[in-house]
């Protein structure tokens, strides 16, 4: 069965980089039907998209982080990750990474436990 | 960006009654429509993909359509462990986008 794991610290200071990964286990990255992303959540509030990514390269940011978001993937560890400059408050929120069915169902299918993140000083 | 609208933003109900939730894109999205229903401190959990096929393992009280621009959830006899929120999201484009949320309370 698919498992994902994000993993990183839960507390950045503001300016600094948010950088989590995402390890997953029972499956495959390098699989051509699937996105593997990230969304995050604000404490009582709703989701938020942040990029998809493909194993082979392709990735999609959305425009409103664009300027600050990096994702990667590190295929030979079954891992990708996301990296988030320029943080403030408002990027505090629970983080979850998840596997995409982008050429099927185009749907998140399966999904991390998530992690919270908070930033402060 | 395609703006995800969803209504209401809260319902109350009581175990056995009907419950519709309704999600409306700014532009026509086919039917590249699909929900999630996310209970307090867990990650969302799929129901439905292409606005009304049933993830495997989902009741089938669970039931969506439409497609364009207006899409339905309903859940056709509430059972207590279906509250939570749940969200549409528009899949055919990128950036995917979210409504808001519909909180459904068991009265």
């Known amino acids: 069965q698919l498992q994902l794991q994000e993993s990183g610290p839960g507390l950045v200071k503001p300016s600094e980089t948010l950088s989590l990964t995402c390890t997953v286990s029972g499956g495959s990255i390098n699989t051509y039907n699937y996105y593997w992303g990230w969304v995050r959540q604000p404490p009582g509030k709703g989701l938020e998209w942040i990029a998809s990514?493909?194993?082979?390269?392709?990735?999609y940011y959305n425009p409103s982080l664009q300027s600050r978001i990096t994702m990667s993937v590190d295929t030979s560890r079954n891992q990708f990750s996301l990296r988030l400059n320029s943080v403030t408050a408002a990027d505090t929120a629970v983080y979850y990474c998840?596997?995409?069915?982008?050429?099927?169902?185009?749907?998140?299918?399966?999904w991390g436990h998530g992690t919270l993140v908070v930033v402060s000083s | 960006d395609i703006q995800m609208t969803q209504s209401p933003s809260s319902v109350s109900a009581s175990v056995g009654d009907s419950v519709t939730i309704t999600c409306r894109a700014s532009?026509?999205?086919?039917?590249?429509l699909v929900w999630y229903q996310q209970k307090p401190g867990k990650a969302p959990k799929l129901l439905i993909y292409?606005?009304?096929s049933l993830q495997s393992g989902v009741p089938s009280r669970f039931s969506g359509s439409g497609s364009g621009t207006d899409f339905t959830l309903v859940i056709s006899s509430l059972q207590p462990e279906d509250f939570g929120t749940y969200f549409c999201?528009?899949?055919?484009?990128?950036?995917?986008?979210f409504g808001g949320g519909t909180r459904v309370e068991i009265k």
């Open positions: 532009q026509g999205i086919n039917r590249w």
């Open positions: 998840a596997r995409r069915n982008y050429y099927g169902s185009g749907a998140y299918d399966s």
């Open positions: 999201q528009q899949a055919i484009s990128f950036p995917l986008t």
């Open positions: 990514l493909h194993y082979n390269g392709n990735t």
């Open positions: 292409a606005a009304s």
